[in-house]
């Protein structure tokens, strides 16, 4: 039996030695004649695979991992907020406005809480927090990704915020709130595509401190 089938613009052909090519398609006969052409296409790309392996170690793929923050990373986390908040775009913040990054463990896990880093290669490439305010409602902060890994192909900030997301479904959040400032539009989209819906301060059920006096609350019911 003789078989063919297409792969993409090129046309492959299995057949035996001793294959009689009488009926065959009148094109063939010059290919299958006194040498006849095979081409077994699983071995074909075993042998490809086989000869580039060596060749990828030398190419490591960058690997991003999202992790839980532990202290020794406190002063990078520090230094990537800070750069994010204070890129041009708004108000100058510090520190001192926002203490609880000098306590990120009391302030974020003891009450019930988390905070996710991510980094390549040991550099500190995003943070995302969730803070346990009580009553089943959860406080998003401090959630920014370094510039170039926003968007394809890294896609980072949603891959943290689906770390957080899957977090306030298992420990039966009701209700998440965050605040941004008022000029953040590609951060306002985002939110808005993940469901949150865009509220006054006066209509959250609760009142918490934040960095910017000029800000926009968003809020999502997760039941």
Not at 194 to 211: R, T
């Amino acid at each position: 039996m003789l078989d063919h089938g297409r792969v993409s613009h090129c046309e492959i052909w299995v057949c035996s030695p001793k294959q009689n090519f009488e009926n065959k398609p009148p094109a063939m006969h010059n290919i299958i004649n006194n040498k006849r052409i095979c081409f077994e296409t699983g071995r074909f790309f075993y042998l490809v695979v086989k000869f580039f392996i060596p060749f990828i170690s030398l190419f490591p793929l960058k690997m991003i991992e999202i992790k839980k923050y532990e202290d020794k990373y406190q002063d990078e986390v520090i230094r990537l907020v800070l750069s994010c908040q204070n890129d041009g775009t708004r108000p100058i913040v510090s520190i001192a406005d926002q203490p609880e990054l000098l306590n990120i463990n009391q302030e974020y896990f003891t009450n019930g809480g988390y905070f996710w880093i991510a980094s390549e290669n040991n550099k500190l490439v995003g943070t995302i927090g969730l803070m346990n305010y009580g009553n089943d409602i959860g406080i998003l902060k401090k959630f920014f990704v370094n510039e170039q890994y926003r968007g394809k192909p890294y896609n980072l900030g949603r891959k943290l915020f689906a770390e957080l997301l899957d977090f306030a479904y298992e420990h039966k959040f009701k209700e998440l709130v965050l605040d941004t400032p008022k000029n953040t539009e590609r951060a306002h989209k985002f939110y808005e595509k993940a469901g949150f819906n865009k509220v006054s301060q006066e209509d959250l059920s609760i009142k918490y401190d934040h960095p910017y006096t000029d800000s926009d609350f968003f809020q999502l019911k997760l039941s």
